[in-house]
Antibody
Framework: EVQLVESGGGLVQPGGSLRLSCAAS????????MHWVRQLTGKGLEWVSA???????YYPGSVKGRFTISRENAKNSLYLQMNSLRAGDTAVYYC??????????????WGQGTLVTVSS | DIQMTQSPSSLSASVGDRVTITCRAS??????LNWYQQKPGKAPKLLIY???SLQSGVPSRFSGSGSGTDFTLTISSLQPEDFATYYC??????????FGQGTRLEIK
């Protein structure tokens, strides 16, 4: 059974840092691209970052230069290092597995999410 | 960035109704379009990928269609467990991957 379990969320002050983790099991982690997606309270979904199987990384402009995605295949783990956090980064953060289809990728498995609150 | 616009933003319907949700891309995305269902407090769940392919385990009352800029998600006969929020997502051009703003489906 595929499982993704996030951890590391919590309360942090503006300007602070936090590192999220996502523990994967039930599939060959090293063979899949992985993503982070966030959801502000009561709002929609926002893509945060992606990492390919070769370690290539991608970010939207809103977090580029502040967030760093990484993976440790030996530990079946995905990470998101978040620096210079702002109130607007307050959200539930999900990790998701990307599966490739005939038309791009889809996120076929998601974790349960971890809440990050940025507040003084 | 490719903008994804869903309509309507919210919708009231009854059990047994046929429901259609629309997603429009700001430029052509071929069939690089996925649909997700999200219930309160839960992670999104993949329903449809590549515009019209049904994800394994998803009931056949869900279907997707479209290509280019206009896409639809149809639920042929609403069931009580279908009341949720639905999102479209494009993966044609990244970064960034973008989602629609969501369509909240409520019980009438």
């Amino acid at each position: 059974e595929v499982q993704l379990v996030e951890s590391g969320g919590g309360l942090v002050q503006p300007g602070g840092s936090l590192r999220l983790s996502c523990a994967a099991s039930g599939f060959t982690f090293s063979s899949y691209d992985m993503h982070w997606v966030r959801q502000l309270t009561g709002k929609g979904l926002e893509w945060v970052s992606a990492i390919g199987t070769a370690g290539d990384t991608y970010y939207p402009g809103s977090v580029k230069g502040r967030f760093t995605i990484s993976r440790e295949n030996a530990k079946n783990s995905l990470y998101l290092q978040m620096n210079s956090l702002r109130a607007g980064d307050t959200a539930v953060y999900y990790c998701a597995r990307a599966s490739q289809s005939s038309s791009g990728w889809d996120f076929d498995y998601w974790g349960q999410g971890t809440l990050v609150t940025v507040s003084s | 960035d490719i903008q994804m616009t869903q309509s309507p933003s919210s919708l009231s319907a009854s059990v047994g109704d046929r429901v259609t949700i629309t997603c429009r891309a700001s430029q052509s995305i071929s069939t690089y379009l996925n649909w997700y269902q999200q219930k309160p407090g839960k992670a999104p769940k993949l329903l449809i990928y590549a515009a019209s392919s049904l994800q394994s385990g998803v009931p056949s009352r869900f279907s997707g269609s479209g290509s280019g800029t206009d896409f639809t998600l149809t639920i042929s006969s609403l069931q009580p467990e279908d009341f949720a929020t639905y999102y479209c997502q494009q993966t044609y051009s990244m970064p960034p991957i973008t989602f629609g703003q969501g369509t909240r489906l409520e019980i009438k």
